[in-house]
């Protein structure tokens, strides 16, 4: 019974064709828990080190992050800095895994997002560190195609008391909706003003996971989440990846991305090079 009300944990770490077609067709998938205790613990004494601007390479991340700025801190490739991060963006197993659900040999980074969102502090007042609903795919309509998976790492367990991520069940194949805002506050009013296809329903599912457990979701997919009422952090990273042939389209609005911007391709160039490192290459493993 993989489609369910609740999302699937599935026992296997690389999916198979079941855990294939439910990601076609619902636009997430949830594995196992891959990273395991001692890893975790290492990822999140790194996160402090990004924070406190210690950078193991000497180079900062490209970030939109600034203290003060809400409470949601959002620091755009991390792995530029911290050489824990550069391994985990690269892991194999995330690649091969993205590999089988967007059926491609090669994954390669496109960037990473580490993500932090803040628990309920004694005496200070709490800042929404809500993630407006959105597709992928509309901050990333420099790519040709929507051949892009994210892989979203929980440091913490995640659950709907502290912020979990949710995912609107097949809206994947919706095409890209009118509200799209990651940084809207009011999901609510997102949801009374957008316009879905007709015969579509909104079945946000919420993402439950134990720490070590990795999320995938399509660029189509619509997702978003809400507050963290609880006194813990919530801390991961989103890893987006892209497959190996995906290619840059000139003159979209997402030619202010960072990866136009820092890559200045030509439109129909491939993304590849030392940019965008390869994870997984079926041909090679
Ligand atoms: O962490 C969240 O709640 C949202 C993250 C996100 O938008 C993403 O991973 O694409
Ligand atoms: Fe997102």
């Given at each position: 019974m993989l489609d369910t009300q609740v999302a699937p944990e599935s026992a296997q770490v690389i999916p198979g064709p079941a855990e294939v077609e439910f990601f076609e067709k619902n636009g997430f998938w949830i594995s196992p828990k891959i990273v395991d205790d001692n890893r975790l613990e290492t990822l999140r004494r790194h996160m402090m080190f990004i924070y406190n601007e210690n950078y193991e390479t000497g180079r900062a991340p490209f970030s939109f992050w600034k203290p003060g700025s809400g409470s949601l801190r959002k620091t755009d490739n991390v792995h530029w800095s911290d050489f824990t991060f550069r391994d985990l963006v690269q892991d194999p197993v995330i690649g091969e895994i993205a590999a089988a659900l967007l059926r491609t040999p090669i994954i390669r980074l496109w960037h990473d997002q580490l993500l932090f969102k803040p628990g309920l502090a004694p005496g200070v007042t709490p800042v929404p560190a809500n993630v407006g609903w959105h597709q992928d795919y509309h901050y990333w309509q420099c790519a040709q195609e929507p051949t892009l998976v994210t892989a979203w790492v929980a440091f913490d367990d995640v659950d709907l008391s502290n912020g979990c991520m949710h995912v609107v069940r097949g809206?994947?194949?919706?095409?890209?909706?009118?509200?799209?805002?990651?940084?809207?506050?009011d999901l609510q009013k997102q949801e009374e003003t957008m316009t879905i296809p007709t015969g579509a329903k909104f079945e946000p599912v919420p993402l439950i996971m134990k720490a070590g457990q990795v999320s995938f979701h399509h660029a189509m997919s619509l997702h978003g989440s809400g507050p963290n009422?609880?006194?813990?952090p919530r801390r991961s990273i989103a890893i987006h990846l892209m497959a190996g042939d995906t290619r840059y389209k000139a003159g979209?609005?997402?030619?202010?991305?960072m990866n136009v911007q820092l890559f200045?391709?030509?439109?129909?160039?491939?993304?590849?090079g030392s940019m965008f490192p390869v994870l997984y290459n079926k041909l090679t493993a």
């Open positions: 809206s994947n194949h919706w095409g890209l909706v009118d509200v799209n805002n990651f940084f809207e506050q009422n609880t006194t813990r979209t609005p997402a030619d202010e991305h200045k391709p030509k439109d129909g160039d491939i993304f590849a």
